[in-house]
């Protein structure tokens, strides 16, 4: 028999999971909002990433990505255009689905403040493309890795980490 107790803690966790879940989703919808480049596609991925962290916490964000992931690995339509398999976790844009996971937890110390915020979901916005392009290299040489796997997303970057500040001050305001 169960006490209260433990009915409660793992009634939150299962919670919890479910909203993780949820996160988990609305990463996949992003990727469905696509811009095709080779070798790696231009997608909404990344703002979402940021919030996740930013509004659920590192560890939330973290379980959201890796949700997504394991959703994807499982062969679900959930990444870029509809693509799923391990052949996209371990093809060219696999070190920039990994990069999420570290991008969700940094983006997850964002804080209250607007200038702390701003300065942590730009830093794991960046940080994303380190696993990104070291992993891109090894299918197109760094230097085209580089060019293709991060300054050509600088514009992008930073439209949508302010994109995803505004929601995220907007939120906490209401």
Not at 31 to 60: E, S
């Amino acid at each position: 028999m169960t006490t209260p107790a433990i009915t409660l803690r793992r009634g939150a966790a299962l919670r919890w999971i479910g909203v993780a879940l949820l996160g988990s989703w609305a990463l996949a919808a992003s990727a469905y909002v696509i811009v095709p480049m080779w070798p790696v596609p231009a997608t909404m991925q990344t703002a979402v990433v940021l919030l996740l962290g930013a509004f659920g916490g590192p560890w939330f964000g973290a379980a959201s990505v890796a949700l997504y992931l394991a959703q994807g690995a499982a062969g679900l339509p959930v990444f870029a255009g509809g693509g799923a398999g391990l052949a996209h976790l371990f093809g060219p844009t696999g070190g920039f689905l990994f990069g999420f996971l570290v991008a969700a937890w940094i983006a997850g110390f964002a804080g209250r403040g607007w200038l702390r915020a701003g300065a942590v979901l730009l830093a794991a916005h960046l940080v994303l493309f380190v696993p990104g392009v070291l992993w891109l290299s090894q299918f197109v040489g760094l230097e085209r890795a580089w060019q293709a796997g991060f300054v050509v997303f600088l514009p992008g970057t930073l439209l949508k980490t302010a994109a995803a500040l505004a929601l995220l001050r907007a939120v906490r305001r209401g």
